[in-house]
Each structure stands twice: as C-alpha cells, then as structure tokens.
C-alpha cells in the first residue's frame, strides 16, 4: 500500500518537478548569455560589412549606396540570426594548452637501449656496460623523439583550432552573399 502511494506521487509530482528546473536552468542561461550588440549604423560607410568579410557587393539594380548600406546592414543581422554567428564578437575557438614535460619517450627509448646493449656487451664481453651505454643512447633518442612528437601534436591542435574558427566565419560569411544576392546585388 505505501508503494502505491510512493508511485502515485512519483508519476504526477516528478513531471512537474523536472520541467519547473528545467525552466529556471533555461532562464538563467538566457540572462547569462545576452545578445550580441548590433553595431551603429549611423556611422557606418556603405560597404563596410561588405569590405570587412572581404566580399565584393556590386549594386546590379541600381541601388544607391544608401539602399547598399541597408540592405548590407539587413543581411548583416538576418546572416547573424542564421548562422548563430557574429562576425564582430566571434566565439574564440582556444587550442588545447601546449603539452611539455615527460612525454615517456627518454624510459621507453632506455629500456630499447639497454635491451641493444645487452646484446652487443656480450659479444664484447661485458654486458653490464653495453647495456649502460645503450640505455644512455636510447633515452636520448626517445627524448628527442618524445619531444618531436609533442611539438607536431601541438601544431596541429592549433591548426584545428584555426580551422574552426575560419569555418565559422565561412558560415556567416555563406549566409550574408545567400542574403545580399537575393536583394539583387553580384557578389564576388
């Protein structure tokens, strides 16, 4: 009997618990997160947008550069609401930090070595200081490789870094020429 009851509550209550929560976490995030500020057009020249996403906007009907500028500035916001994404304030896309220190290369390239060494020591007759010799060389060369291979994993965590943000500019960038072309104006 008392399970029923426990149940019964759960199955109306939970509900209407979760989406009252659920509604204060979306209301805080929206005041968390306000909207990006639309520039001043009044000090705008005509082709400012245009010229900043290094694009070229030839009036094809005959606007004038005041009608330019209002459409640019039109497209520049239905571009922003679009794409999520303005151009003037775009989200920094961060690299993770550079990895240094050990990277386990000079241990590994040790005990490769120190397993050479043993080797050649015994032809030679003394293993113990093959093997020392060979330890010291392997470390070295495992270091060295180590530390290569941190550096290329580095470059290329700031190359993916780089080519995110590109690739957001590049959807703004697709959605104003959708925009500023269907009001009539060639875009190169």
Request: charge should be positive; charged fraction near 15%; glycine fraction near 10%.
């Amino acid at each position: 009997m008392k399970f029923n009851f426990l149940l019964k509550i759960s199955r109306n209550f939970l509900p209407l618990y979760l989406l009252m929560n659920l509604q204060n976490a979306f209301s805080q995030q929206q005041q968390t997160n306000p909207p990006p500020a639309i520039p001043d057009t009044s000090k705008m020249t005509y082709n400012q947008i245009s010229k900043g996403l290094k694009i070229y906007v030839f009036p094809a009907k005959g606007q004038s550069q005041q009608q330019q500028k209002a459409d640019e500035f039109e497209c520049y916001k239905w571009a922003m609401e679009s794409s999520g994404i303005d151009p003037l304030n775009l989200p920094k896309v961060q690299a993770p930090p550079p990895q240094t220190g050990p990277t386990g290369g000079a241990v590994k390239g040790a005990a490769k070595g120190a397993a050479a060494g043993v080797a050649i020591g015994a032809i030679a007759g003394d293993a113990g200081k093959g093997a020392a010799i060979g330890a010291t060389a392997g470390a070295l060369a495992g270091r060295r490789a180590g530390k290569q291979a941190q550096a290329q994993q580095n470059q290329q965590a700031q190359a993916a870094a780089a080519k995110s943000e590109q690739d957001l500019k590049d959807s703004f960038v697709k959605a104003f020429t959708a925009c500023i072309k269907g009001k009539g104006y060639t875009v190169e």
